[in-house]
């Protein structure tokens, strides 16, 4: 094995090992785009569900979890190609960020305004009670006046079809203005009221995951945006002058390969060592002591096996009455 072999052999392997990390931080980074775009479907699908469980609650979760699966959507698609990477993931950057404004909003609205103004006391003890009018839809919009007893005074109330309501949270003084969760209208039975709490602190649980993996996968996705195709990261210098960057002009056996020049003695290799496609200054000096007085030639200077794509001018005669001063 020759020096050079064992030098490309030597300097291959760190260059192998930096693309080998780079892949394998490239196939990380999939999954995490992977896992956050599966995550804000999920966000997307159960908020989705949860708001149509109910007329009284405007549920507002699905929101973030639309923006964070088109950015995510978009990293995928920017860390599987290769055109346009670094624009589609800064894209996908863009779109998380606001999908992670988003996510804390929702958290706020549907964490806070929503189920800790919910109370399920009344609910868990049985203390609510279901009216519907009919199974027809032409029902659905009947109202009607049911009494209802408070803790401290009774009154009437005016329910839709197919709503659960809570006398004890009722204000009969004030019409129930100042507690808008005392019924939930659209429901099918008061059992049904109780899943959608349930729902509700799952999609604001998810809200907050989404909100951390969205950071998490902006961070990544910032990282990786400038990297491209093949060995990245790697300075030419680090590579120690292997075959792929260094080449040397006496391996090239291509007739028509250009000459190239050394670095270090600044002189141009020929192409065919063998072969001389110039006569040397110093030639003059060394074919007349073999020329005769009377001027003939010496045919001894033309090569027998000529190298392909010669000139023809290494086949004539030397002369060296020419180079006489």
């Given at each position: 094995?020759?020096?050079?072999?064992?030098?490309?052999?030597?300097?291959?392997?760190?260059?192998?090992?930096?693309?080998?990390?780079?892949?394998?931080?490239?196939?990380?980074?999939?999954?995490?785009?992977?896992?956050?775009?599966?995550?804000?479907?999920?966000?997307?699908?159960?908020?989705?569900?949860?708001?149509?469980?109910?007329?009284?609650?405007?549920?507002?979760?699905?929101?973030?979890?639309?923006?964070?699966?088109?950015?995510?959507?978009?990293?995928?698609?920017g860390l599987c190609l290769e055109e346009n990477r670094k624009q589609l993931l800064i894209a996908a950057i863009v779109f998380?960020?606001?999908?992670?404004?988003?996510?804390?909003?929702?958290?706020?609205?549907?964490?806070?305004?929503?189920?800790?103004?919910?109370?399920?006391?009344?609910?868990?003890?049985?203390?609510?009670?279901?009216?519907?009018?009919?199974?027809?839809?032409?029902?659905?919009?009947?109202?009607?006046?049911?009494?209802?007893?408070?803790?401290?005074?009774?009154?009437?109330?005016?329910?839709?079809?197919?709503?659960?309501?809570?006398?004890?949270?009722?204000?009969?003084?004030?019409?129930?203005?100042?507690?808008?969760?005392?019924?939930?209208?659209?429901?099918?039975?008061?059992?049904?009221?109780?899943?959608?709490?349930?729902?509700?602190?799952?999609?604001?649980?998810?809200?907050?995951?989404?909100?951390?993996?969205?950071?998490?996968?902006?961070?990544?996705?910032?990282?990786?945006?400038?990297?491209?195709?093949?060995?990245?990261?790697?300075?030419?210098?680090?590579?120690?002058?292997?075959?792929?960057?260094?080449?040397?002009?006496?391996?090239?056996?291509?007739?028509?390969?250009?000459?190239?020049?050394?670095?270090?003695?600044?002189?141009?290799?020929?192409?065919?060592?063998?072969?001389?496609?110039?006569?040397?200054?110093?030639?003059?000096?060394?074919?007349?002591?073999?020329?005769?007085?009377?001027?003939?030639?010496?045919?001894?200077?033309?090569?027998?096996?000529?190298?392909?794509?010669?000139?023809?001018?290494?086949?004539?005669?030397?002369?060296?009455?020419?180079?006489?001063?």
């Amino acid at each position: 094995m020759t020096n050079a072999q064992e030098t490309t052999r030597r300097d291959a392997t760190p260059s192998q090992a930096a693309a080998d990390a780079v892949r394998m931080r490239r196939r990380k980074a999939q999954w995490l785009v992977s896992g956050m775009l599966s995550l804000s479907l999920l966000i997307v699908a159960m908020g989705i569900y949860t708001s149509t469980r109910t007329e009284s609650i405007s549920i507002t979760g699905y929101l973030s979890g639309i923006i964070l699966a088109f950015g995510s959507f978009l990293g995928v698609l920017g860390l599987c190609l290769e055109e346009n990477r670094k624009q589609l993931l800064i894209a996908a950057i863009v779109f998380l960020s606001f999908g992670i404004i988003s996510s804390f909003l929702c958290l706020v609205v549907d964490g806070v305004f929503i189920l800790l103004n919910i109370d399920m006391r009344p609910m868990k003890e049985g203390r609510c009670q279901f009216y519907t009018s009919g199974n027809s839809y032409i029902y659905e919009n009947y109202y009607a006046t049911v009494p209802c007893q408070g803790l401290t005074e009774s009154c009437n109330m005016k329910v839709r079809s197919g709503t659960c309501y809570c006398c004890d949270l009722y204000d009969c003084a004030n019409g129930g203005y100042l507690n808008n969760y005392y019924e939930f209208v659209g429901v099918q039975s008061c059992q049904e009221v109780l899943s959608l709490y349930v729902l509700l602190w799952v999609l604001t649980t998810l809200n907050l995951l989404a909100f951390v993996c969205g950071i998490l996968t902006t961070a990544v996705l910032g990282s990786i945006k400038d990297m491209k195709s093949g060995v990245v990261g790697l300075d030419v210098s680090q590579w120690g002058g292997s075959s792929l960057f260094s080449f040397d002009g006496t391996s090239c056996s291509s007739p028509t390969a250009p000459l190239l020049m050394d670095p270090n003695s600044h002189a141009g290799h020929q192409l065919y060592p063998r072969a001389s496609l110039y006569v040397s200054p110093a030639a003059p000096a060394a074919a007349g002591s073999s020329v005769s007085p009377g001027g003939s030639s010496d045919t001894s200077h033309a090569q027998p096996n000529p190298p392909p794509f010669a000139p023809l001018y290494n086949l004539l005669p030397y002369k060296t009455s020419s180079f006489s001063a």
